[in-house]
C-alpha cells in the first residue's frame, strides 16, 4: 500500500487578504441603517452603488469604481423610490442598468450614465408592479438578456420580461416570505430558501418544484449553487442556535450530505462561492471576519483554508465581477466592505500569492464574459444554451461550456459591450399571471403598509387631477376654436351682407 500524506495540497491554502489604502476607500457614505438581511451593495468594473439614509422614500449611490477617497455630503443620488430600497443589482451583460426594488412594492430599472451622475437621477428606464407587498429581493438571469426575477412579501416570485415590460411568469409555492434566490450555472434551475424553513429547488419557466428539503437539525437562511458541481450549500443555525453550513446534493434533498457548525455567534452568515476556484467564502453580518474554504466532489468535500480578519464589523458586501479583477496581482476575488459606523466602504482583495509575474492560467480559467447565452424569448422557449448543443460541440472538439458564454482574463478586459438597452413603452399599471390580477386589493396588515397604500393612492390621485386640468384646458381650446369658426362662416353668410 503505497504512502498518502494526511494533509490536502491546494494551489489556494496560501490565498491571503488584502485590505486597501485608506487613499482607495470610499469615504463618507451615510449607509443605510435598515435592518433587512441584504447586502445593500452593488459592483460592477465601473459602478459601485450602495444604499443610503433618506428621509421621504428610498435612494441609494452610484460612483465610478475610480473615484476613490470622501463623497461629498451632497452626491447625486437615484431617489425615484416612495420607499426604503431593499435590494439593488446590476445588470451582468449591461454596465449601465441597474436594477432597484423598495418597500413601495415596485421593481425599477435605471441606467446610469457613463462617467456617473451629475444631478439626482429621479426618473427610471422602467417601473414594474405586480407584487401587492413590498419586494425584498431581485436577481438578474445569469445566461439571459432582459430576464430578472423578483420575490416579495406576498409570498410570489415574478419572472419579468423587461423587452415587453411585464411579468411573464409567477412562482407561487411558497408559504412565508423567500429569503434567497440562487442559480444555477445554466439558470435552467432555481434554489430558494424560505421562512417556512423549507429549501426548494425549483423549474423556473414551470413553477415546478424538484426537489424540497425540512431538515429539522438545519434551518436553513441562505442558499447558494456551486456551479456545475450539482451541490448545494446552506447556512443557516442547528437545533442548539448555532451558526451552520451544509452541503446537499441538488437531486436529493432528503438528507445533508455534511454538516459543520462554524461558531455560537447570532449574525446571519452570507455565502460567495467562486466557481472558477472552486472557493466559498463564508462572511457573518456583523462579524469582521471572512472565512474561506475549497469545496471538492470527494470526501472531505469541505476543506477549511484561512481566516480573514478585521476589528470593523461588516454590515454587507459587494462582490466584483471577474473580469474588474487585477489579474497581474493574482488577485481572485475582491469584496466591498460597508462600515456602518464609518460611514466607509472598504475594499478587500482575495490574492494568491505567486512570484512569477507571467498570467497564471491555473488560477484563472475561462469565465463568464459580459455577453448574453440567450434572448429572454429563447428562453422562455424552453432553450438551455450550451447543454442542447453539448453532444454537437463534444463531436466538433470544440472547448465548451454549459450556460454562459465563457471569456479568458489574459489580455485584460477591454473589449466593448455592444449591447443596448431600450425599454418599451408602457403604462405604468399591474399585470395579469396566469388569470390572476397581481395588485388586487390586499388589506394592508402593518401600519407601514398601510402608509405604502396611502402615498400610492396620493400619487394616483395627483396624477388624476393633472390628467383632468390638463382636459379641462384642450375643452376650453376646441371651444374658443369652434366659437372662431362659427363667427368666421357667419361673416363670409351673403344673406348677413345683403341685409346690412
Known sequence: MSWRPTYRSSKFRNVYGKVANREHCFEGIPITKNVHDNHFCAVNNKFLAIVTESAGGGSFVVIPVTQFGRIDPHY??????????????????????????SEDSS?????VPDGGLRRNLTESVLELYGHSRRVGLIEWHPTTSGILFSAGYDYKILIWNLEIGEPVKMIDCHTDVILCMSFNTEGSLLAT?????????????????????????????????????KRLLTTGVSRWNTRQIALWDQEDLSMPIIEEEIDGLSGLLFPFYDADTHMLYLAGKGDGNIRYYEITLEKPYLQYLMEFRS?????????MPKHGLDVGACEVFRFY???????????????????????QEDIYPMTPGTEPALSADEWLSGINRGKDLLKLIEFMSVCTHLGPVLMSLKE??????????????????????????????????????????????????????????????KIRQLELELNNIRNTSHNLDPSHNCAM
Request: glycine share 6%; net charge positive.
Open 76 to 101: 447625486p443620488k437615484v431617489c425615484g423610490h416612495h420607499g426604503n430600497v431593499l435590494d439593488i443589482k446590476w445588470n451582468p451583460f449591461h454596465d449601465n442598468i441597474i436594477a432597484s426594488c
Open 107 to 111: 421593481v425599477r430599472i435605471w441606467e
Open 412 to 473: 485584460g478586459y477591454n473589449r466593448p459591450n455592444k449591447l443596448v438597452f431600450k425599454a418599451p413603452v408602457k403604462e405604468k399599471k399591474g399585470g395579469v399571471v396566469n388569470g390572476i390580477d397581481l395588485l388586487e386589493n390586499v388589506p394592508p396588515r402593518t401600519e407601514n403598509e398601510l402608509l405604502q397604500m396611502f402615498f400610492r393612492q396620493q400619487e394616483e390621485l395627483r396624477r388624476l387631477k393633472d390628467e383632468l386640468t390638463q382636459k379641462d384646458i
Open 337 to 359: 466592505k460597508l462600515v456602518t459606523l464609518k460611514g466607509l466602504i472598504e475594499p478587500i482583495s482575495m490574492i494568491v500569492p505567486r512570484r512569477s509575474e507571467t498570467y
Open 311 to 319: 476589528p470593523a464589523p461588516q454590515k454587507g458586501l459587494g462582490v
Open 193 to 229: 430558501s424560505c421562512k417556512d424553513k423549507k429549501l426548494r429547488v425549483i423549474e423556473p419557466r414551470s413553477g415546478k418544484v424538484l426537489q424540497e428539503a425540512n431538515f429539522k437539525n438545519h434551518k436553513v437562511n441562505r442558499v447558494v449553487f456551486l456551479g456545475n458541481m
